[in-house]
């Protein structure tokens, strides 16, 4: 993003806050871990996955998941990051 270093750099890098990220899908937590020991500037805690219902085995949205909290803490360093991870069909309930 236009004018992220500069953000970071007047403070606003995520310190005391916590990113929430809602996962429909299972991801392997070692891609995010090794993308957090790539950049020593990202200090805020990836906690534990908080599971929304019963466990997911669907793996199809491995990827998009793991982006998603690489994104998030390029994006603000300093946040606490924690995954709701809950199956498939409770986002497609109505």
Same mark, same amino acid.
């Given at each position: 993003?236009?004018? &992220?270093?500069?953000?970071?750099?007047? !403070?606003?890098? %995520?310190?005391?806050? *916590?990113?929430?990220? +809602?996962?429909?899908?299972?991801?392997?937590?070692?891609?995010?871990? &090794?993308?957090?020991?790539?950049?020593? !500037?990202?200090? %805020?805690?990836?906690? *534990?996955?908080?599971? +929304?219902?019963?466990?997911?085995?669907?793996?199809?949205?491995?990827?998009?998941?793991?982006?998603?909290?690489?994104?998030?803490?390029?994006?603000?360093?300093?946040?606490?990051?924690?995954?709701?991870?809950?199956?498939?069909?409770?986002?497609?309930?109505?």
């Amino acid at each position: 993003a236009y004018g &992220h270093n500069n953000l970071i750099g007047a !403070g606003a890098d %995520g310190s005391g806050e *916590t990113i929430g990220m +809602v996962e429909f899908s299972g991801y392997a937590r070692s891609d995010v871990n &090794h993308f957090r020991s790539c950049f020593p !500037g990202i200090t %805020g805690t990836y906690s *534990t996955d908080t599971l +929304v219902g019963t466990n997911t085995s669907d793996m199809r949205g491995r990827t998009e998941a793991a982006l998603d909290m690489a994104r998030a803490m390029a994006a603000a360093p300093d946040a606490n990051l924690r995954a709701y991870n809950a199956p498939k069909r409770m986002a497609d309930r109505k």
